[in-house]
């Protein structure tokens, strides 16, 4: 069965205490990793796909990582506005032409200044 | 450029009373639509998925029941709700490309009592 698991569930960091979100996945062939930004009250905002081991994206102060198992998310520096929920979801080979994602519960991170 | 508008951000309605949440996406053709809900701390589930005009998929039986009337219209509904479908209704778009990333709506929270 596919499945994407975050940890930790919650994360507290002082500003600019740097740190790493992981998301572990199993699925029958990955089509595509997706990280999500989501703010109380609002729907996921997309930050960034990866596609294969070894591929890295990154914007302002988040850098994404892919392994076979797993990936980070990796928060430098981090500002009291970067503090939200962090969804993980996948995407499998085997579906098709859907694009359905299995998305993890996510983390909820909070920027203390 | 896309958007996807979703209505209304709040709904507090009886147990017993029907239910109709509409989505519709601007900027774009032939879209793949998703209704997902996310219970409090936890992930999205997703609820259904349409690739094209009529044709709805359901991920899990519920008291819920989904149409697309039009290309870009989406819409949630149920004749009798329950207390259990309580929740924040998420619905989503992407395009027909592999590996396309979801873009959500920015929720209808709605409670049952």
């Known amino acids: 069965e596919d499945q994407v698991t975050q940890s930790p569930e919650a994360l507290r960091l002082q500003e600019g205490e740097s740190s790493s979100l992981n998301c572990s996945y199993t699925?029958?062939?990955?089509?595509?990793l997706f990280w999500y930004r989501q703010d109380p009250g609002k729907g996921p905002e997309f930050l960034f796909t990866?596609?294969?081991a070894g591929e890295e994206k990154e914007k302002e102060r988040l850098k994404a990582t892919l392994t076979k198992k797993e990936s980070f998310l990796h928060i430098t520096a981090p500002k009291p506005e970067d503090s939200a929920t962090y969804l993980c979801?996948?995407?499998?080979?085997?579906?098709?032409?859907?694009?359905?994602?299995?998305f993890g519960q996510g983390t909820t991170l909070q920027v203390k200044p | 450029s896309q958007t996807i508008h979703q209505w209304p951000a709040t709904l507090v309605q009886p147990v017993g009373s029907p239910l109709s949440l509409e989505c519709t996406v601007e900027?774009?053709?032939?879209?793949?639509l998703y209704w997902y809900r996310q219970a409090a701390g936890r992930g999205l589930q997703l609820l259904f998925y349409?690739?094209?005009?009529?044709?709805i998929s359901s991920e899990v039986p519920q008291n819920l029941s989904a149409s697309r009337p039009q290309d870009r219209q989406f819409i949630l509904s149920s004749k009798k709700l329950l207390l259990s479908d309580s929740g924040f209704y998420l619905c989503?778009?992407?395009?027909?490309?592999?590996?396309?990333?979801?873009?959500f709506g920015n929720g209808t929270r709605l409670t049952v009592t």
């Open positions: 900027g774009t053709s032939n879209p793949n």
């Open positions: 699925v029958s062939g990955l089509r595509g």
């Open positions: 979801a996948v995407q499998a080979r085997g579906s098709g032409n859907t694009g359905k994602l299995i």
């Open positions: 989503a778009w992407t395009s027909r490309a592999l590996s396309s990333p979801l873009h």
């Open positions: 349409s690739v094209g005009i009529g044709q």
């Open positions: 990866l596609y294969s």
